[in-house]
């Protein structure tokens, strides 16, 4: 069993890199990780209840925390390749450069509760207190 989820695993890999069907390999792979989680759970849970005697529990988890951890590996490469991860991260920073670049003269404060707030925002963020819309 082990050698035909291993195949299955592995598969993606032996089919070449990301492309029309790189989406397919990663939803497939996604799949799969949930599928791995989802028996390590009922696995676990087994144990718990008794179900599983312990020299049984280590080696089975210990043969689905490998596949898991494979499945992982792949979809990390699959991301990386495709940018997916870089892109993303790169469009956060953005964000927060953008924020941080505020003048402090532009900062106002909530009537109300006394946060800090953009002239661009129309509630306060902290009390949720209307403010005048930006022109007004």
Do not use: W
Request: some cysteine; hydrophobic content about 40%.
């Amino acid at each position: 069993m082990a050698v035909l989820v291993a195949a299955y695993v592995l598969r993606p890999v032996a089919s070449g890199g990301p492309g029309p069907q790189g989406v397919g390999q990663l939803s497939a792979l996604q799949a799969e990780r949930e599928r791995l989680l989802d028996a390590l759970q009922e696995l676990d849970l087994d144990h718990f209840m008794g179900k599983v005697l312990e020299r049984d529990y280590r080696p089975q988890r210990q043969a689905l925390t490998l596949q898991g951890a494979q499945v992982l590996r792949r979809i990390d490469e699959l991301q990386g390749a495709a940018g997916g991860q870089a892109g993303l991260e790169a469009e956060i920073e953005a964000a927060v450069a953008k924020l941080r670049a505020v003048p402090q003269a532009s900062l106002q404060y909530c009537h109300h509760c006394g946060s800090r707030v953009l002239p661009s925002d129309r509630f306060c963020s902290n009390c949720g207190a209307a403010h005048a819309e930006p022109g007004d």
